[in-house]
Structures are given as structure tokens and as C-alpha cells.
């Protein structure tokens, strides 16, 4: 009886204190870090920015139009009448090519053969989503895209390397609604 009132006596004394929250090992980022990582993004995109203005600048022959999606585009073959573009959900069919700044081919129109896609309903290069509702059926166009358009800071984990900008020309041969 002596043990069972001691026992209860000390559940009570211990059951009434209060929970103390366990503070975290590391702590909070502090936001210094963060501000340093966005400028040093703005400083990489001004850099490609700064390599595909002179691209364009030394391109005498095209005339370059830089859409607001951030990329820039020239037409190889334009189509004039008032011929239908992609919109979400239609399935294009189209051949493309990407090359680095300097028209070294990294993957050809060969190699990628003709693709199927459906306008922003699957996972392709960003800025060729975005472009390739621009387009018309017979006509093509080359894109400049900056990393970001492309394939980001990760590259492609093969040929395209990391904040790569490419170019790619593309022919949009067909779209069904």
C-alpha cells in the first residue's frame, strides 16, 4: 500500500508539468541566403541573355523577335495565309533539331525524328511549348531559347549541359484537333 501511494503520488507530480516543445537542431536559413541565390540567378540569366543578344546582332541575315515568354524567334519559312495554330489539347506532329549557340548540332532532326505532342497537355522543352502554338501548319521557325526555356540547370543529363542555352529549328508538319 506504502509503494502504491508513492507511485500514484509521483504520477501526479509528473503528469501536471508542462510539455516543453523541442527547439529544432539547426537553425531557420536565414533570408541573406536565399537573396544571394537570386542574384546570382539574375547574373546567369543576364550573362545568356547577353550571349544570345550578340548571337542575334552578328545574325544579319534573320530577323529576330523576342516573344514575352523570354526566348527569341526568327522565320525560316513563313506561311502567310490565315491557316489554324496549335491550341491546348490539339496533337501536333513535328520535326526539330536543337543546336548550341554556335550551330553545333547536338541532336539532330534525325536522331529525333518526327514527334507527336499534345499542345500543353504533355511534359516537353518549355519554350518549344510555348512556340510551337506561334506556328502554322508548312511553316518553320527557329528559337533561341535561354536555360530557363529550355532545360534549366540540370541540362539533359546527356548532351545538353548545365544553364545551356539552345537553339532549335522546328517544322510544324500537321495539327489534329
Given at each position: 500500500?506504502?509503494?502504491?501511494?508513492?507511485?500514484?503520488?509521483?504520477?501526479?507530480?509528473?503528469?501536471?508539468?508542462?510539455?516543453?516543445?523541442?527547439?529544432?537542431?539547426?537553425?531557420?536559413?536565414?533570408?541573406?541566403?536565399?537573396?544571394?541565390?537570386?542574384?546570382?540567378?539574375?547574373?546567369?540569366?543576364?550573362?545568356?541573355?547577353?550571349?544570345?543578344?550578340?548571337?542575334?546582332?552578328n545574325?544579319?541575315?534573320?530577323?529576330?523577335?523576342q516573344?514575352?515568354?523570354?526566348?527569341?524567334?526568327?522565320?525560316?519559312?513563313?506561311?502567310?495565309?490565315?491557316?489554324?495554330?496549335?491550341?491546348?489539347?490539339?496533337?501536333?506532329?513535328?520535326?526539330?533539331?536543337?543546336?548550341?549557340?554556335?550551330?553545333?548540332?547536338?541532336?539532330?532532326?534525325k536522331?529525333?525524328?518526327?514527334k507527336?505532342?499534345?499542345?500543353?497537355?504533355?511534359?516537353?522543352?518549355?519554350?518549344?511549348q510555348?512556340?510551337i502554338?506561334?506556328?502554322?501548319?508548312?511553316?518553320?521557325?527557329?528559337?533561341?531559347?535561354?536555360?530557363?526555356?529550355?532545360?534549366?540547370?540540370?541540362?539533359?543529363?546527356?548532351?545538353?549541359?548545365l544553364?545551356?542555352s539552345?537553339?532549335?529549328?522546328?517544322?510544324?508538319?500537321?495539327?489534329?484537333?
Amino acid at each position: 500500500m506504502k509503494y502504491s501511494f508513492l507511485f500514484l503520488l509521483l504520477l501526479l507530480g509528473f503528469s501536471c508539468s508542462k510539455i516543453q516543445p523541442r527547439r529544432p537542431i539547426n537553425p531557420k536559413p536565414s533570408t541573406t541566403l536565399y537573396f544571394e541565390a537570386i542574384q546570382q540567378n539574375k547574373r546567369l540569366n543576364k550573362i545568356e541573355e547577353n550571349k544570345i543578344l550578340e548571337l542575334i546582332k552578328n545574325d544579319s541575315l534573320n530577323n529576330y523577335i523576342q516573344s514575352p515568354q523570354g526566348f527569341w524567334y526568327t522565320y525560316i519559312n513563313k506561311v502567310e495565309d490565315s491557316s489554324k495554330t496549335p491550341h491546348k489539347g490539339d496533337e501536333v506532329y513535328l520535326e526539330y533539331n536543337i543546336t548550341d549557340l554556335k550551330d553545333s548540332i547536338i541532336y539532330s532532326k534525325k536522331e529525333l525524328g518526327i514527334k507527336k505532342y499534345i499542345v500543353d497537355k504533355e511534359d516537353f522543352i518549355s519554350g518549344l511549348q510555348k512556340g510551337i502554338k506561334l506556328m502554322k501548319i508548312g511553316e518553320t521557325i527557329t528559337f533561341v531559347l535561354p536555360s530557363y526555356n529550355a532545360y534549366g540547370i540540370t541540362g539533359d543529363n546527356n548532351k545538353i549541359g548545365l544553364n545551356q542555352s539552345i537553339k532549335s529549328t522546328v517544322t510544324l508538319i500537321n495539327i489534329n484537333k
